[in-house]
């Protein structure tokens, strides 16, 4: 095995990015592959990120396999919560930009298994009476800013910092009698997990007597 250079695991972030933006890695998906990265010591092990991944061509774009169905369509910009609920989860799309509109009522949000059309998405909420629970994938960057009046945005962050590179969520929320909840919430153990390197083994605790 050859060891892996400090390029190398670069290289292979910036290609993981590129899948990303393609659609081709959820949200959850692209900040664990590249906490992976920054922690992989040989070429191997950054191989094992880009396996499922198309090869780029000479001249930039990515090489599909043939029967490969093309990325969704465009993801809608606007989310309406009026008098009720407008709830995106599972694998759905997350736009560069998106607003969301909650009038006595709530558009609740969950990225963990989302597919991001940019490495960077600013969500606008606009609440009246209402609001909205985002929840984000750990080992992402998440920020909220806004303001809210006789109500509250809070933001709850867990898990270690993010490492450079991973996924950006910006949430600017303004609120009125109402609020929105930004939390980081722990990935539901999907399959990339198994790219990590595996734990060393614990030493015995039950040592015969000397």
Not at 19 to 25: C, F
Not at 108 to 132: F, N, P, Q
Request: hydrophobic share 40%; net charge neutral; charged share 25%.
């Amino acid at each position: 095995m050859t060891r892996a250079s400090d390029s190398e695991r670069e290289a292979t972030v910036g290609r993981l990015q590129t899948a990303g933006a393609e659609g081709r890695l959820t949200v959850e998906e692209l900040a664990e592959r590249i906490d992976a990265a920054y922690e992989a010591r040989t070429r191997e092990d950054l191989e094992a990120l880009l396996a499922d991944l198309p090869v780029p061509a000479a001249g930039g774009a990515p090489v599909t396999a043939p029967g490969t169905a093309p990325p969704a369509g465009k993801a809608s910009s606007v989310v309406l919560g009026i008098l009720g609920g407008g709830t995106r989860r599972g694998r759905w799309r997350v736009p560069r930009r998106m607003t969301v509109v909650n009038i006595m009522g709530g558009a609740d949000l969950d990225l963990r298994e989302a597919l991001l059309e940019s490495t960077e998405a600013e969500i606008t909420v606009w609440s009246l009476m209402g609001g909205s629970d985002i929840v984000v994938p750990e080992g992402v960057h998440v920020e909220l800013n806004g303001f809210a009046l006789m109500g509250g945005n809070d933001l709850k962050v867990e898990g270690d910092a993010p490492p450079p590179g991973a996924p950006v969520v910006r949430v600017t929320a303004w609120s009125l009698m109402g609020g929105t909840d930004v939390k980081t919430k722990a990935g539901r153990g999907g399959r990339w997990a198994l790219h990590k390197p595996p734990k060393p083994p614990k030493p015995p605790t039950d040592l015969p007597p000397r």
